[in-house]
């Protein structure tokens, strides 16, 4: 494995100091990009992109060929764990995931596997094996996994859901039974990344994309603990580097103490959140990143340029910011927009280093 030419992503993350913020974009491989559509139209559909190591690594990589991107994030999906789990993935055009098979009792869940990632995932790993060839020590590669919560939001809904009511019935009424579900995702998840760090991932986020529907107390108990618990079990070294640990809740803005104390190395910021207060509420603690609210992609370049300046300025002097979006990039943005960004990114946050 060669030694990176730009490591700024791992410095940041470890509050280290860095010439320039770095940046990057969730979902940077995807369907702005109209060699992405051309892609997943040869594909056919999503799971055969993903489930194809070279095609996932080519579409890994598209955005960095256009972008002056501070990373590389594994294209995969956050629901490869359930598929693996026998649940069957597929996706309805314009709706999203959806499951052959739900969770809706304790016998579900006992008969659910826990996920052996060498023997269950083998295209994941091949994907970061050979995206860690091609881009030679270029950028770090970024690995993911859904949150045990998360998971489970999908494998019992049967796909996204606007209120959440089995899931939450389970929550309510039998928690000790969604406790052996959650018991199960965090080895299968713990694993997972372990499994990626080893073929190659030199950081890992995890997605807690529907931790902000939960109650105070029921966010700490059923989404933190668990991912708590997986960060505990990663490898904490690899190549002779330290692996940081990003957690992103969506809607997690009033944790963000609890957060940082968890043992991760950084905290992704959804756009709702003002990361100048962020940063005075977990002071040096972690690093933080985010938070530009997706939809100012669509505005000219001068209100975007002028929102890259409002944010490194409220984050303010110093190591620990990581420049991203507050959730993923839509379809619908032209891709001169990201090149913008990016630049703006780079030039606007020397003078805060």
């Known amino acids: 494995?060669?030694?990176?030419?730009?490591?700024?992503?791992?410095?940041?993350?470890?509050?280290?100091?860095?010439?320039?913020?770095?940046?990057?974009?969730?979902?940077?491989?995807?369907?702005?990009?109209?060699?992405?559509?051309?892609?997943?139209?040869?594909?056919?559909?999503?799971?055969?992109?993903?489930?194809n190591p070279d095609a996932a690594c080519a579409v890994t990589l598209q955005p960095l060929e256009r972008f002056n991107l501070d990373a590389a994030i594994l294209f995969s999906d956050i629901l490869t764990i359930p598929d693996a789990m026998g649940l069957g993935l597929y996706f309805e055009e314009g709706e999203g995931p959806r499951f052959q098979k739900t969770v809706a009792s304790i016998k579900d869940i006992e008969n659910l596997p826990i996920v052996n990632t060498a023997v269950d995932l083998p295209y994941v790993l091949d994907a970061i094996r050979l995206i860690r060839r091609e881009l030679n020590g270029a950028v770090p590669l970024i690995g993911f996994s859904g949150s045990p919560w998360t998971l489970a939001t999908y494998m019992i809904e049967g796909g996204s859901s606007k209120d959440f009511a089995r899931i939450k019935t389970m929550l309510y009424s039998q928690p000790d039974v969604l406790d052996i579900l959650l018991e199960k995702l965090t080895a299968s998840v713990t694993d997972y990344l372990n499994a990626q760090i080893a073929a190659g991932a030199q950081a890992v986020q995890i997605f807690d994309t529907w931790g902000g529907v939960l109650s105070n107390a029921a966010y700490h108990q059923f989404s933190l603990k668990y991912m708590a618990q997986v960060v505990d079990g990663l490898i904490t070294e690899s190549e002779g580097r330290e692996v940081p640990v990003i957690l992103f809740t969506k809607g997690g803005g009033g944790w963000l103490e609890s957060i940082a104390g968890s043992g991760c190395h950084g905290i992704g910021l959804d756009w709702s959140q003002d990361i100048g207060e962020a940063r005075e509420r977990v002071g040096d603690q972690v690093a933080l990143q985010g938070n530009m609210d997706p939809a100012i992609l669509r505005a000219p370049m001068s209100t975007i340029e002028a929102e890259v300046d409002t944010i490194l300025s409220r984050y303010g002097q110093g190591v620990g910011h990581v420049f991203n979006l507050g959730h993923g990039i839509t379809p619908d943005i032209e891709v001169a927009q990201v090149a913008g960004l990016v630049d703006a990114v780079h030039e606007l946050s020397a003078k805060f280093h």
């Open 1 to 51: 494995m060669s030694s990176l030419k730009n490591d700024r992503l791992l410095r940041a993350l470890l509050r280290q100091p860095v010439d320039v913020t770095p940046v990057w974009v969730m979902r940077q491989a995807g369907r702005y990009l109209p060699e992405y559509r051309a892609r997943r139209q040869r594909a056919g559909d999503f799971m055969s992109l993903c489930k």
